[in-house]
């Protein structure tokens, strides 16, 4: 009998102080992901981007890099063929009626899948490379030095990922560089944004979009571009 009660009173007093702890804990929705889940969304607005600039280039200083113009590529984003390519068809010929050397960079099951209005053609550098800024680990910078390259013109998919680090990668390395911002976008309205944002307020940025910052970025169009 007496072990009986020992037994009754030792599971009362457990209920008793498990009770007592569930009490004091927080309910199950009062936690900081939830507090913070209930408050209003911010609405952030990113600064206008400035117009694009017209800027005169030396071709024989001057390569357009071209990135992954590639069928399976712009076969799969509308905005590649649809927006860039009409842009980028006429511009390279100008281009390369001009003497401005051309250069190419994609990943290795990619270089064989150029889209055929603007593949390589011979003589062209051609760079495989295996991260975004076409400059990492690959013999880039070493070609373009070799032929006094002091300008480069930037094209392809997409703003936000090869041709933004790209632009990074040239700056670090000496070079000016140009964008015309109809021969490259992304995805959505918003990745092209910051895309465009990110090349502007890099390291050596240049903001104001001022016409041929030495070793910067400069946002163009390609019927701003010209040849002289």
Known sequence: MTLFRNVLL????????????????PSAQDTPASRAASKPMVTLQMPALPAPVPVTLNPKTTALLVFD????????QPKCKGEMLPAMTPFMARARKAGVVV????????????????????????????????????????????????????????????????????????YTVVIPVDTTTATTDYETSIGFYQILNQGNGNLKNEPLKPKSPTLSRTDMITFQ
């Open 10 to 25: 030792t599971s009362g007093l457990a209920l008793a102080l498990s009770s007592g702890a569930a009490q004091a804990q």
């Open 69 to 76: 113009y590639v069928e399976p590529i712009c076969n799969s």
């Open 103 to 174: 250069a190419y960079g994609t990943r290795e099951p990619n270089m064989s899948k150029w889209v055929a209005d603007v593949a390589p053609a011979p003589g062209d550098i051609k760079i495989v490379n295996t991260a975004q800024d076409r400059f990492y680990n690959t013999d880039l910078d070493k070609a373009l030095k070799a032929k006094g390259i002091a300008t480069i013109i930037m094209v392809g998919w997409k703003v936000s990922g090869s041709v933004a680090y790209t632009s990074v990668g040239a700056t670090v390395h000496g």
